[in-house]
């Protein structure tokens, strides 16, 4: 019965096997996945930041996610999903107070290393991304980065790479098991 | 069957407008069903429907700014989720004086099949006590039917639409006509056995509901397929819907015409006949009035505009509805209150080998415990409440950032288990739908005004319900076990009820025992509006069975030439 498929045959395996049948040449987001630097890429309808924010908010969300056995935000395109959320799906208030936080970030870059952000290393950028967490980064709104963190989440779970390479989707499950083994995917299954 | 142009018109087109087009055209009657909201077609119009997050805009969440403006009231029934929205109403266009009197939650949808498309689904039996609660302790008008009148209705309407659920014995939620129930979890069985064995008489059982795990394949219907993503519409017919289950069944007598756009705004009556002779609309794209006329009307709007309805078609030369006779129009609103919720964790380490495969539709439900056998020493409230929840393993926390937190973004927390709790709202006479006296809509029909609350009973019992529900949690060794009481506000279960409804008496009631008006018999007001109470179980499987039922009466009168 089509109804009681496998789960081996979900959408996450189904395109690790399309890329394993051409070779890695695959679907345009793994492609992108594969081949993402540090370009954000992707500009929004209604443009909001400047190049420079756009580097500086790519960067922090590839350090938020980063790549590692599985594609980051910035393959994922977050960096542009939050420029578009921040230009057409936020409150002004909102809007600024993750701006400022962005701001704050990035001056505490020029500050202790004399470079925006986005050209500190890897261990520079967590270590002020540190602080930020723990609301001591000067002129950080309160909760800004908070907020920036669930906004980079909530944008990588939700992108296609997110559901489907990240997490396992199931786009029609066929069943109901209120009993499953987590050892038969070990990982999580996309909402 | 008649010299009209047809023999019945049926206003609306939801759960109950669906029924009654059903039945009256597979009984051969010739049938308009207008509905004021945009066609929307089984599958062909689910936009939404199987797309990823990344697929919609904004990932699924409607703008705040959107919300607000537009969907200040249909926000509560889901238009915060794009691929919800296009079915709920836009509040800007079609507003009811929100502003004016106490908050009052009306949420509306927008299109053909109403609220089936975006309803909750469980689907649960009034019990006897249910009948007799208003004439045992003297709120509201007693119900002029009792459960026996209404069982073989029940029945007729679970087999066809699909209802799956388990047989349990249990008289004050008395069983049905039911597909095997859809799983429990190992939450929910953790849970329900040491709950029953700790306090013998409370109940965890399967939510029975409108979502189907056996196919109808004489329907062209297809059992869930575990997405719970039924309020984008789902082209399997899996749920009871409109267009799934009664529009296909009204269409294939050939005796249907659907008319969209449509909105009605009165009912023409006859004080010399004491009939209504015809249904008033405007056109939602033209503006065109016009006025269509049937043997019998079927009034099933929803409850709140059918109110509405009755509440414009006033008598000529009077401020008076036709039907407000007894002077309860707009009376006795009820809905349930819901805002308690309880909850508890499986104790560290409970299956934690084990999660959720695909996504279950539907949940457990605790029967109503309360004031069964009488009142209850220790209850300080008439009547009582019933808990709807589910167990489920969400995600671990997002701890710090970077590549440890994406790591533990792949493990589940603990299992838990959590219920909201639904309260039986008594009937008052003062809490009112009217018609504002200034205030009108751009089809010029005066804008709905409600003057509802709920009062110390309601609060009461949903106290109670906090505690009752953290002592089940705690007895069943749940761990973490919470209880919150948000503020109950009228209209957000929306499970209105009242405003016309059922008794024996035409000085107290608007409608008779077969939903009948009583000033206007050729009128059969079928959905919410005629419920004298509310149970505390949800209501929409009980408006189908009234309506079906009523629908047969109606064409046995109409054969024997008395209406």
């Known amino acids: 019965m089509a109804h009681d498929h496998d789960h081996?045959?979900?959408?996450?395996?189904?395109?690790?096997?399309?890329?394993a049948m051409v070779g890695g040449v695959a679907v345009a987001p793994i492609a992108r996945a594969m081949q993402a630097g540090m370009d954000p890429g992707y500009i929004p309808a209604t443009?909001?930041?400047?190049?420079?924010?756009?580097?500086?908010?790519?960067?922090?969300?590839?350090?938020?996610?980063?790549?590692?056995?599985?594609?980051?935000?910035?393959a994922a395109e977050v960096p542009a999903f939050i420029?578009?959320?921040?230009?057409?799906?936020?409150?002004?208030?909102?809007?600024?107070?993750?701006?400022?936080?962005?701001?704050?970030?990035?001056?505490?870059?020029?500050?202790?290393?004399?470079?925006?952000?986005?050209?500190?290393?890897?261990?520079?950028?967590?270590?002020?991304?540190?602080?930020?967490?723990?609301?001591?980064?000067?002129?950080?709104?309160?909760?800004?980065?908070?907020?920036?963190?669930?906004?980079?989440?909530?944008?990588?779970?939700?992108?296609?790479?997110?559901?489907?390479?990240?997490?396992?989707?199931?786009?029609?499950?066929?069943?109901?098991?209120?009993?499953?083994p987590y050892s038969e995917v070990n990982r999580v299954f996309a909402s | 069957m008649s010299d009209y142009e047809f023999d019945a018109i049926v206003i609306g087109s939801g759960v109950s407008g669906g029924w009654a087009a059903k039945e009256l055209t597979e009984k051969g009657m010739k049938v308009l069903m207008l509905d004021r909201g945009r066609m929307v077609e089984h599958s062909a119009d689910y936009p939404y429907e199987g797309t990823g997050p990344w697929e919609q805009p904004y990932r699924g969440q409607t703008p705040p700014a959107l919300v607000e403006s537009d969907y200040y009231a249909s926000r509560y029934g889901g238009a915060a989720q794009t691929a919800v929205k296009g079915?709920?109403?836009?509040?800007?266009?079609?507003?009811?004086?929100?502003?004016?009197?106490?908050?009052?939650?009306?949420?509306?949808?927008?299109?053909?099949?109403g609220k089936s498309l975006t309803w909750g689904r469980v689907s649960l039996r009034f019990g006897p006590q249910d009948f007799e609660a208003n004439g045992k302790d003297g709120h509201g008008n007693d119900w002029p039917v009792r459960y026996e009148d209404i069982a073989p209705w029940y029945s007729y309407v679970e087999s066809y639409a699909g209802i799956s659920g388990q047989k349990e014995g249990l008289w004050q939620l008395p069983d049905g006509e039911f597909q095997p129930p859809h799983p429990m979890n190992v939450a929910e069985t953790w849970t329900k056995e040491r709950l029953e064995k700790a306090m013998p008489g409370r109940k965890l059982i399967h939510t029975r509901c409108a979502n189907m795990t056996e196919d109808k394949p004489e329907q062209g219907r297809s059992r869930c397929q575990s997405r719970s993503q039924c309020n984008r519409g789902c082209s399997f017919g899996a749920y009871f819907s409109t267009q799934a289950v009664t529009l296909p069944a009204a269409r294939a007598t050939n005796n249907l015409?659907?008319?969209?756009?449509?909105?009605?705004?009165?009912?023409?009556?006859?004080?010399?006949?004491?009939?209504v002779t015809g249904v008033r609309t405007i056109d939602a794209n033209s503006h065109a009035a016009h006025t269509y006329r049937?043997?019998?009307?079927?009034?099933?709007?929803?409850?709140?505009?059918?109110?509405?309805?009755?509440?414009?078609?006033?008598?000529?030369?009077?401020?008076?509805?036709?039907?407000?006779?007894?002077?309860?129009?707009?009376?006795?609103?009820?809905?349930?209150?819901?805002?308690?919720?309880?909850?508890?964790?499986?104790?560290e380490g409970t299956y934690s080998d084990l999660i959720e495969y695909g996504r279950k539709p539907t949940g457990v439900y605790i029967p109503r415990f309360r004031n069964l056998k009488g009142q209850d020493a220790d209850a300080d409230f008439l009547r009582g409440y019933g808990c709807q929840g589910g167990g489920h393993r969400g995600v671990s926390g997002a701890v710090g950032f970077g590549a440890s937190m994406k790591e533990g973004l792949?493990?589940?927390?603990?299992?838990?288990?959590?219920?909201?709790?639904?309260?039986?709202?008594?009937?008052?006479?003062?809490?009112?739908?009217?018609?504002?006296?200034?205030?009108?809509?751009?089809?010029?029909?005066?804008?709905?005004?409600?003057?509802?609350?709920?009062?110390?009973?309601?609060?009461?019992?949903?106290a109670d319900g906090a505690?009752?529900?953290?002592?089940?949690?705690?007895?069943?060794?749940?761990?973490?076990?919470?209880?919150?009481?948000?503020?109950?506000?009228?209209?957000?279960?929306?499970?209105?009820?009242?405003?016309?409804?059922?008794?024996?008496?035409?000085?107290?009631?608007?409608?008779?025992?077969?939903n009948q008006l009583h000033e206007a018999h050729n009128v059969f007001v079928t959905d919410g509006s005629a419920m004298a109470s509310t149970s505390c179980v949800n209501p929409s499987l009980t408006f189908m069975a009234f309506t079906a039922r009523a629908a047969d009466q109606a064409v046995k009168l109409v054969k024997a030439g008395a209406i």
Not at chain 2, 433 to 445: A, S
């Open chain 2, 467 to 514: 505690r009752q529900g953290e002592a089940m949690m705690k007895a069943a060794g749940l761990v973490n076990v919470w209880s919150e009481e948000k503020p109950h506000i009228p209209g957000d279960a929306i499970h209105e009820m009242g405003g016309a409804c059922m008794g024996r008496d035409p000085r107290t009631s608007v409608t008779n025992s077969w």
């Open chain 2, 257 to 275: 015409t659907l008319l969209a756009d449509q909105v009605v705004t009165s009912l023409e009556y006859d004080p010399k006949t004491k009939r």
């Open chain 1, 83 to 180: 420029e578009m959320m921040l230009s057409e799906w936020y409150w002004q208030g909102e809007r600024d107070m993750v701006m400022s936080g962005l701001s704050a970030i990035d001056a505490a870059a020029q500050k202790s290393h004399g470079k925006p952000f986005a050209a500190v290393t890897p261990e520079q950028q967590d270590a002020i991304l540190t602080l930020a967490q723990a609301q001591t980064l000067s002129g950080a709104p309160a909760d800004s980065f908070e907020h920036l963190r669930q906004l980079v989440i909530f944008g990588y779970y939700s992108s296609e790479i997110g559901c489907t390479v990240e997490r396992v989707y199931l786009p029609v499950p066929g069943r109901y098991d209120g009993a499953y």
């Open chain 2, 294 to 347: 049937s043997r019998i009307v079927f009034l099933c709007a929803s409850t709140m505009a059918s109110n509405q309805i009755l509440l414009n078609s006033k008598l000529e030369g009077s401020d008076k509805s036709f039907a407000d006779s007894s002077g309860t129009l707009g009376r006795y609103v009820m809905d349930h209150a819901m805002l308690t919720t309880f909850s508890g964790n499986l104790p």
């Open chain 1, 8 to 19: 081996r045959f979900d959408r996450r395996h189904f395109l690790t096997g399309i890329l």
């Open chain 1, 47 to 74: 443009p909001y930041m400047t190049d420079d924010q756009r580097a500086l908010t790519a960067a922090v969300s590839e350090r938020i996610i980063p790549t590692t056995d599985t594609p980051g935000a910035i």
């Open chain 2, 410 to 462: 792949r493990t589940y927390g603990a299992w838990s288990i959590g219920f909201n709790v639904f309260g039986e709202c008594l009937p008052y006479i003062d809490n009112t739908v009217t018609l504002h006296p200034t205030k009108v809509d751009r089809f010029g029909v005066p804008q709905a005004l409600f003057n509802v609350t709920f009062r110390e009973n309601e609060r009461k019992m949903m």
């Open chain 2, 87 to 113: 079915f709920m109403n836009n509040d800007r266009l079609n507003p009811y004086a929100f502003k004016d009197g106490p908050e009052f939650r009306w949420v509306r949808p927008g299109t053909v099949g």
